[in-house]
């Protein structure tokens, strides 16, 4: 008797057992999934945050510029291609132009080969690549400057480095490690040349 009872209890036992293991299986299931999940996500933010995207977009005929309050253009900058960075918003430029104007009236040129603008900033630095320098020349050939590198600032203002030459018709000739200034009406302004300087007075 107890041997068949005992063969009911099991039997039943295992029924119960065989029973509640089916959602026990489905919540362990559930949770492992869900803990997945979390560890994948978890996973990807920390990527993102150590490792943000990056995909660059390139723009033909890239254009950046400032404008006035009377919506009049400061200055602009023109470029072949321009390579955006998501991130730092910054913009690889490839054969740029920069033009600074009074009024209508083009006052100064900066021309190079590579450079980066920063669009948040409106900071621009233009490089020289392969002997072709940055050469920044004013209205009617009134100033000219070349370098191997110019950054350029608010307020108009410029920084440049490497082999600095600035030529002034009529007036004098300055060579120089660096200078900086003031790109104005009259050309380049204010400037100051510093490094191995050598100059010749023009009559």
């Given at each position: 008797m107890s041997n068949i009872v005992e063969k009911i209890?099991?039997?039943?036992?295992?029924?119960?057992?065989?029973?509640?293991?089916?959602?026990?299986?489905?919540?362990?299931?559930?949770?492992y999934s869900n803990e997945q999940a979390?560890?994948?996500v978890e996973s990807y933010q920390k990527e993102m945050k150590e490792n943000p995207l990056s995909d660059q977009?390139?723009?033909?005929?890239?254009?950046?510029?400032?404008?006035?309050?009377?919506?009049?253009?400061r200055w602009q900058l023109l470029a072949d291609k321009g390579t955006m960075q998501p991130s730092s918003k910054e913009v690889i430029l490839t054969k740029i132009r920069v033009d600074y104007f009074d009024g209508k009236i083009l006052k100064m040129r900066l021309?190079?080969?590579?450079?980066?603008?920063?669009e948040s900033t409106r900071k621009i630095r233009l490089d020289a690549e392969?002997?072709?320098?940055?050469?920044?020349?004013?209205?009617g050939g009134k100033s000219r400057?070349?370098?191997?590198?110019?950054?350029?600032?608010?307020?108009?203002?410029?920084?440049?480095?490497?082999?600095?030459?600035?030529?002034?018709?009529?007036?004098?000739?300055?060579?120089g490690?660096?200078?900086?200034?003031?790109?104005g009406k009259a050309g380049i302004q204010d400037f100051?040349?510093?490094g191995n300087t050598h100059s010749i007075v023009q009559m």
């Amino acid at each position: 008797m107890s041997n068949i009872v005992e063969k009911i209890f099991s039997a039943s036992t295992l029924k119960f057992l065989a029973a509640l293991s089916i959602p026990c299986g489905l919540a362990y299931f559930w949770y492992y999934s869900n803990e997945q999940a979390r560890i994948e996500v978890e996973s990807y933010q920390k990527e993102m945050k150590e490792n943000p995207l990056s995909d660059q977009v390139e723009v033909k005929n890239y254009q950046l510029k400032e404008v006035d309050d009377t919506n009049q253009v400061r200055w602009q900058l023109l470029a072949d291609k321009g390579t955006m960075q998501p991130s730092s918003k910054e913009v690889i430029l490839t054969k740029i132009r920069v033009d600074y104007f009074d009024g209508k009236i083009l006052k100064m040129r900066l021309t190079a080969p590579l450079g980066m603008a920063n669009e948040s900033t409106r900071k621009i630095r233009l490089d020289a690549e392969k002997g072709e320098r940055v050469v920044a020349e004013g209205e009617g050939g009134k100033s000219r400057m070349s370098a191997v590198k110019v950054e350029l600032t608010k307020k108009n203002q410029f920084v440049a480095t490497g082999g600095v030459n600035i030529d002034m018709p009529g007036v004098a000739k300055v060579t120089g490690n660096s200078a900086t200034g003031v790109i104005g009406k009259a050309g380049i302004q204010d400037f100051k040349i510093v490094g191995n300087t050598h100059s010749i007075v023009q009559m």
